[in-house]
C-alpha cells in the first residue's frame, strides 16, 4: 500500500522568500511521484513529476522537486515567493505514470505574505 | 478548450434524490479517474475506466455508487439515494495510458445535499 504525508497544513511565506513544502511516502514499488496545485473553486494543475529519470525534477512557474531515495522524501521548492503561489498543493504517488490510481497527501496550503 | 470537461461545476440534490455527474476527458486520452475530495481532506480515488470497462473500483463505496464510461460519450458517475455525507468536490482526470503521462484534472463538480 502507498501513502504520503505532507508536513504542514498550513505554511506562510513572505514575497520574494523561499518556498519549502514537505512530502514523504511510503512504497512497496518504485514509486512515480507528483506535485498538483488547486487554486480555489479549480481543478488540479500538474506541477511537475518525477518518473525515475533525473532526481531533480523542474517545473512549471519555477518551482522543483528534489526525489531523495534514502529519505523517501520529495519535497518541493522555489527560491523566491510570488504572491500568485497562494494555493493549496498536493504530492501524489503512483505505481505507474499514467494508468494508475494517484494516492494523495491531505494537502497544505501556502499563504504568501506581501 | 481540449482539456478535461466536467458538468455541472455545481449540483445541489436533497436527501434521497440521485446525483449524475458527467466527465468528457482529454482529445486522445481513454483513461479516466474518479477522485472525491471532502474538505480539508486531499483527493481520495474512487474508480478507474477504460471505455466500455471498470478497471479498479476499489476506492467505490459498496452502495449507491456506481461509474460508467460508454463507448460513445462522456465518463458519469451516479449516486443514488443521495446522503449529507456525500456532499464534496468530485474531481475527473484522464490520461493516455502511457508510460510517463500523467493524469490531467477537470475542475471538479461540487456536490451539496441538503
Known amino acids: 500500500a502507498q501513502s504520503v504525508t505532507q508536513l504542514g497544513s498550513h505554511v506562510s511565506v513572505s514575497e520574494g522568500a523561499l518556498v519549502l513544502l514537505r512530502c514523504n511516502y511510503s512504497s512497496s514499488v518504485p514509486p512515480y511521484l507528483f506535485w498538483y496545485v488547486q487554486y480555489p473553486n479549480q481543478g488540479l494543475q500538474l506541477l511537475l513529476k518525477y518518473t525515475s529519470a533525473a532526481t531533480l525534477v523542474k517545473g512549471i512557474n519555477g518551482f522543483e522537486a528534489e526525489f531523495k531515495k534514502s529519505e523517501t522524501s520529495f519535497h518541493l521548492t522555489k527560491p523566491s515567493a510570488h504572491m500568485s503561489d497562494a494555493a493549496e498543493y498536493f504530492c501524489?504517488?503512483?505505481?505507474?505514470?499514467?494508468?494508475?490510481?494517484?494516492?494523495f497527501g491531505k494537502g497544505t496550503k501556502l499563504s504568501v505574505i506581501p | 478548450n481540449a482539456g478535461v470537461m466536467q458538468n455541472p461545476r455545481h449540483l445541489v440534490r436533497r436527501r434521497g434524490q440521485e446525483a449524475r455527474l458527467r466527465c468528457s476527458p482529454m482529445?486522445?486520452?481513454?483513461?479516466v479517474y474518479w477522485y472525491r475530495q471532502l474538505p480539508e481532506e486531499g483527493l481520495k480515488f474512487m474508480v478507474y475506466?477504460?471505455?466500455?470497462?471498470?478497471?479498479?473500483e476499489s476506492g467505490m463505496p459498496k452502495e449507491r455508487f456506481s461509474a460508467e464510461f460508454p463507448k460513445e460519450g462522456p465518463s458519469i458517475l451516479r449516486i443514488q439515494q443521495v446522503v449529507r455525507g456525500d456532499s464534496a468536490a468530485y474531481f475527473c482526470?484522464?490520461?493516455?495510458?502511457?508510460?510517463?503521462?500523467?493524469?490531467?484534472f477537470g475542475d471538479g463538480t461540487r456536490l451539496s445535499i441538503l
Open positions: 482526470a484522464s490520461s493516455s495510458g502511457r508510460v510517463n503521462q500523467p493524469q490531467h
Open positions: 482529445k486522445g486520452h481513454s483513461h
Open positions: 501524489a504517488v503512483s505505481d505507474g505514470a499514467g494508468s494508475y490510481q494517484l494516492t
Open positions: 475506466l477504460q471505455k466500455e470497462n471498470i478497471i479498479d
